[in-house]
């Protein structure tokens, strides 16, 4: 598990889980096994490589966990036991405060999930981007390249991130808008392709003056190689996706939902936005010969009412789904994602359908599927999408003949509260699947479902007596990982790690 939602099109399933079966996953066999106590919340998902070799300690399985404290742990994943612990504060650093913003409190260090590659270094690599702020009240953004075997900086790091793009819009000087490090925070979990790690940037709240960017790195050496705005002369449009990650397809392409923000409704020759403004949009990213360019979109016809309301299509994270074949046989390169007016965008990745003031030209609109605005994102598991909206059940749509079905084959019996949920599956292939889904709240709740029937839950870490399975107070964005017969769940100050009792 190398990376946000199990892999580059954020599918968020994992098919090789041996262990948990619908059979086994149950409160008399299965239930929390430990807690790990780290210093801050973890607002990114862990991590998590099998079989490293750690210096002076012998293999282990390792989770990867990071926190708003600013720190990386290496821990043995079956025992919990610390391997490895660095700070990515520099000398005389904190970590920075809220900007005077609620969305992450009390502090902000690693707000992003990180991206390991197995294969970088002499060792292994897990990329992170941690924010600080040193003695003089000013703010850093740094991405780090750590060894994973002993948290080590690589490659020369940290890089400080800094950028400029031309444009007039908010912070603009000189033709060019310029990047400040203290009105953004990574929360878009990064990505690496092609030998880049990408990361994408919000606002605090929608504190402005800020804009939309979008930077690569070379994972080998640091050096930023691409710098893309998409509202270089507005304002506001920046990528916070509830802290999912940019999603890529294996040409290179990358998709995200923009938040609200300028979008320029008179149009080049091209259909594209005259100021090259995209807020709101569902875009898609060329990443040819490392240069970041907006290659296709699609804007609702509706943009400037869901702008000016802050019911935006940002909120959501997108999904890359995999080759599907339509009723006349032709094969569809389709994404799909969702926002605040709950609505499911299935775009068509070749042609997504830009913008017209009248009606939305896009592959497939399924309006009002959902009960609430979606501050999350969904799993793809055999031909069905899942989606846990806020106040919704978590409900699982068909695809047919590449459609998605405009209701729900089932759904679970109990619903979401903010931030409703991201969900994932593990599976063994086509069979066993089960949807995992934490619940936020002043206590967190582990839930597992039969991913064939939402409506036959398996288990929740309520169910057993005398809380033996709470793990700690929930967390918002919180994503469940699974692998090795283990589901691993962030929380304010730890990780819970669920298992077979037996």
């Known amino acids: 598990m190398t990376t946000y939602h199990n892999d580059n099109a954020r599918s968020g399933q994992n098919l090789g889980e041996t262990i948990l079966t619908p059979s086994n996953v149950n409160s008399s066999n299965f239930g929390k096994l430990f807690v790990i106590s780290v210093d801050g919340k973890v607002d990114a998902q862990p991590l998590y490589l099998t079989q490293v070799s750690i210096p002076n300690q012998g293999m282990h399985n390792v989770l990867y966990v990071a926190t708003e ?66 003695g003089s009240e000013d703010d850093h953004q740094r991405l780090h390249a750590l060894d994973a075997t002993t948290g080590a900086e690589e490659f020369g790091g940290p890089q400080n991130i800094q950028a400029s793009f031309p444009g007039t819009g908010d912070n603009s000087s000189g033709g060019n808008v310029i990047f400040a490090s203290g009105q953004y925070e990574e929360r878009a979990s990064l990505l690496l392709l092609n030998g880049v790690v990408y990361t994408a940037w919000t606002s605090h709240c929608d504190i402005r003056p800020y804009t939309g960017w979008i930077m690569g790195f070379d994972q080998s050496t640091l050096a930023q190689v691409s710098v893309l705005n998409v509202t270089p002369n507005g304002n506001e449009g920046s990528v916070w996706m509830s802290g999912a990650g940019l999603a890529a397809d294996t040409s290179g392409n990358m998709f995200l939902l923009d938040a609200n923000g300028t979008f320029d409704s008179a149009l080049d020759a091209n259909g594209f936005p005259s100021q090259g403004d995209f807020g709101n949009a569902f875009l898609k990213i060329s990443t040819a010969n490392r240069q970041l360019s907006v290659a296709d979109y699609f804007e609702m016809f509706n943009q400037g009412a869901e702008n000016g309301s802050d019911e935006d299509l940002g909120s959501g994270g997108a999904l890359v789904l995999p080759d599907l074949t339509d009723g006349s046989g032709q094969t569809r390169h389709l994404a799909v994602g969702a926002g605040k007016d709950s609505n499911i965008y299935v775009v068509d990745r070749d042609a997504m359908g830009k913008f017209n003031a009248r009606k939305n030209n896009i592959y497939q609109e399924v309006q009002s599927a959902l009960s609430g605005p979606v501050f999350s994102m969904p799993a793809y598991f055999n031909n069905t999408v899942y989606y846990g909206a806020v106040g919704d059940s978590i409900k699982a749509f068909a695809i047919s003949n590449a459609q998605i079905a405009s209701a ?9 509260g903010y931030p409703g949920a991201t969900p994932s599956i593990s599976a063994n292939g086509a069979s066993n699947a089960i949807l995992w889904a934490a619940e936020n709240g002043g206590a967190a709740v582990l839930h597992a479902y039969d991913a064939t029937n939402l409506s036959h839950a398996l288990y929740n870490s309520n169910q057993a007596a005398g809380g033996r399975d709470r793990f700690g107070t929930g967390n918002k964005f919180v994503t469940p990982m699974i692998t090795n017969g283990k589901v691993y769940v962030g929380t304010t100050n730890g990780v819970g790690v669920f298992g077979l009792l037996h």
């Open 408 to 416: 729900p084959a089932s759904q679970t019996g109990n619903a979401f």
């Open 69 to 134: 404290h600013g720190s990386v742990y290496g821990f043995d994943a079956d025992s919990g036991t610390l391997l490895w612990q660095v700070s990515m504060l520099a000398a005389g650093e904190t970590t920075s405060d809220d900007h005077g913003c609620g969305q992450v409190i009390p502090e902000i260090g690693i707000t992003a999930t990180p991206v390991l590659d197995p294969k970088a270094g002499p060792h292994g690599t897990i990329y992170v981007v941690a924010m600080s702020k040193d």
